[in-house]
DNA sequence: TGATACAGTACCATTTTAGTCCTATTAGAC
DNA sequence: GTCTAATAGGACTAAAATGGTACTGTATCA
């Protein structure tokens, strides 16, 4: 099946413990030992997280990370396109052109509207879902897979 | 994002090229030629996908594949699996406890739950639709991600 | 029995991933 | 000011996955 890359799954990590109950602020170093993945790969991961705008850092003494948005304004599909790059499903999705079977292929916008689809889904995953202190049973996104739409047929968006 | 692989790729192309009105038996060579993708590589997948049981293969002269079952009974998460094998979207999630962190890490079950939620929204997503040839707008898979359940509160499965 | 076509698998090259390390920069404390 | 705590940004390496090829065996039919 699809997969997630260790990284993406790091990072939802230490995203939970960015996340608690109000906004906390911690260092890498401290971000390393409580969730138990190495410094030098936390620090990593953070800095990725930073760039994409998830997190927000200071600098010097009394520095750290902390999240840039509440955790229920994170989704899981924004973790996985800070840490994973916006690469497409497929590879003839991101170059489009580039691909020698194009012609014999109709297959190819067909795995980019999948593509679409479950990345819209991920989009309605939070970070407090993730985490699972999100208390009851939460209103359910209802997603829609919208393979079968013709172009303009929008279903239930 | 998410991606899948190349081979997951050409396997959708050439299982769209067995999918014909009626049921075409061809051989690798001719996939292979028809597709543009390479005779090996075209084998390779053919294998595969008959090991998974989606194409049935006669040997001999006159021999060759077709699909096992009708188009429509064949699904995205079909081809994935066959091609990709059953990896969760996690390492965690495929093999339980063997994971270091899982002690301060509350998000592996999450993940999880996003994992099977695509995975059944793969599983409406059919072949006929992946190559384009289903006629109109179709009934649209209800695709609920069930994330926010909690155990057993399945929501509109 | 020979030709055709699949089955299985081992193999290699390339790319991607995971992880480390080093240097620069910023902010605060004294 | 300058020392220290912290992040920023890379370069770099080792290990694994991926994509692709080749070879050997087996079944089917004329
Ligand atoms: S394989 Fe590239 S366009 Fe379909
Ligand atoms: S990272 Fe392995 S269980 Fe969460």
Redesign the pocket.
């Known amino acids: 099946m699809l997969?997630i890359?260790?990284?993406t799954d790091?990072a939802t990590v230490i995203l939970a413990h960015l996340a608690g109950d109000e906004p906390v602020r911690r260092?890498?170093?401290a971000l390393a030992e409580l969730t138990g993945i190495?410094l030098?790969?936390t620090?990593?991961v953070?800095?990725e997280l930073?760039?994409a705008g998830l997190v927000a850092?200071?600098?010097?003494?009394?520095?750290?990370?902390a999240l840039a948005r509440p955790a229920a304004a994170i989704s899981a599909a924004d973790i996985i396109d800070a840490v994973?790059g916006p690469v497409g499903l497929t590879e003839c999705a991101t170059h489009p052109g580039q691909c020698d079977l194009e012609s014999s292929c109709r297959v190819g916008r067909s795995w980019q509207r999948v593509n679409v689809a479950i990345h819209r889904a991920l989009a309605d995953v939070k970070l407090t879902q993730l985490t699972g202190r999100d208390g009851a049973a939460m209103p359910v996104p209802d997603l829609t897979i919208l393979l079968g739409a013709r172009p303009g047929v929008r279903v239930r968006a």
Do not use: D, P
């Open positions: 997969r890359s260790k990284m790091y260092t890498a170093v190495g030098a790969t620090s990593k953070l800095k930073q760039r850092s200071t600098r010097g003494a009394h520095g750290g990370y994973e």
